[in-house]
């Protein structure tokens, strides 16, 4: 018999999170807390900087600037979710806000994973095309490649929300996550999610894939056109204005990397340890990126120290 015909509708949801770990969830709570509140200052202090500070009212740095805003909204959307949790144990999230965060994070991401593109491109036309710099990332051109990222981010998120929402939920109402992570909804569903699988898998394609493999084609002209240069100043100098997106391209893509492309646990034992090893990443992912965005940018790069210097002078 369908389970939809034996159970009544899912309204709403119990998120576990580290609910089996109550130690956990202390230490955490404080940890996190913290780290949030870094991401707020930190984020927050780069936007300024960047709108105020005139030397740096360039491509690469308005690219840096909505990194940070993206950076405030996707821990916004998903943090005080998961501080809520640690206080309250098996917190329960009705339907629709489960529907509402779950937009916001696949948004950001999906965002996020677009304008590091964006970025890499900035980089090549600067460092691969000096002279023709100013032309080919003037503002009529890098002021659309932003919106068009969110754009992009945001048109993906609510085909993959709706088409999740859609679903029928009935019976076992729990998700094992801090938050309403899609694929942990996705399990609870008493439908066929073929559907959803085979759209996630295009999105994951264009949305990873597709940046990924622009980035790493820019930076191999990148360091082609830099191991060209004669004097190693000008090497030192123009990897410089290169390294700090590249870290933060390797730790976001790294850390997706590691959480979903390890392999899965067949014991039982195991599997419990795993279950807790993909929450810790995941938490990492959402909150210990947007943390190291500010300190990479403002560690590598010698005009936002500057111009941090002087607002800080002020």
């Not at 930190?42 to 360039?58: K, P």
């Not at 419990?272 to 959402?286: A, I, V």
Request: hydrophobic fraction near 50%.
């Amino acid at each position: 018999m369908d389970r939809s015909n034996q159970t009544s509708p899912v309204v709403g949801f119990i998120l576990l999170g580290l609910s089996a770990h109550p130690r956990l969830e202390k230490t955490f709570f404080v940890l996190i807390l913290q780290m949030y509140l870094v991401i707020l200052l930190g984020n927050g202090l780069l936007i300024v900087v960047t709108l105020l500070d005139s030397r740096l009212h360039t491509p690469m740095y308005f690219f840096l600037g909505n990194l940070s805003f993206l950076d405030i909204c996707y821990t916004t959307s998903s943090v005080p979710l998961i501080l809520d949790s640690f206080l309250t144990p098996r917190k329960t999230i009705p339907f629709s806000a489960c529907a509402v965060q779950m937009f916001l994070s696949f948004a950001m991401g999906a965002t996020e994973c677009v304008l590091l593109g964006m970025m890499a491109f900035d980089r090549y036309v600067a460092i691969c095309n000096p002279l023709r710099y100013p032309v080919v990332m003037s503002k009529a051109v890098y002021i659309p490649l932003a919106a068009g990222s969110w754009a992009a981010g945001i048109t993906n998120s609510v085909v993959q929300t709706s088409q999740a929402m859609r679903l029928a939920f009935c019976g076992d109402n729990v998700i094992n996550h801090f938050t309403c992570e899609i694929l942990a909804v996705l399990k609870l569903a008493c439908a066929d999610i073929s559907i959803n699988v085979i759209s996630m898998v295009v999105a994951n394609v264009i949305f990873l894939g597709a940046p990924v493999l622009f980035i790493f084609v820019s930076y191999v002209f990148i360091i082609a056109a830099i191991l060209r240069m004669p004097s190693t100043e000008g090497r030192k100098k123009a990897f410089s204005t290169c390294s700090a997106h590249l870290t933060v391209v390797v730790v976001f893509y790294g850390t997706i990397l590691f959480m979903y492309g390890k392999p899965k646990s067949k014991d039982p034992l195991g599997a419990d340890k795993q279950d807790l090893s993909d929450k810790l990443t995941s938490l990492f992912y959402g909150v210990v990126t947007p943390v190291l965005n500010p300190i990479i940018y403002s560690l590598r790069n010698k005009d936002v120290k500057a111009a941090m210097k002087n607002l800080v002078r002020q």
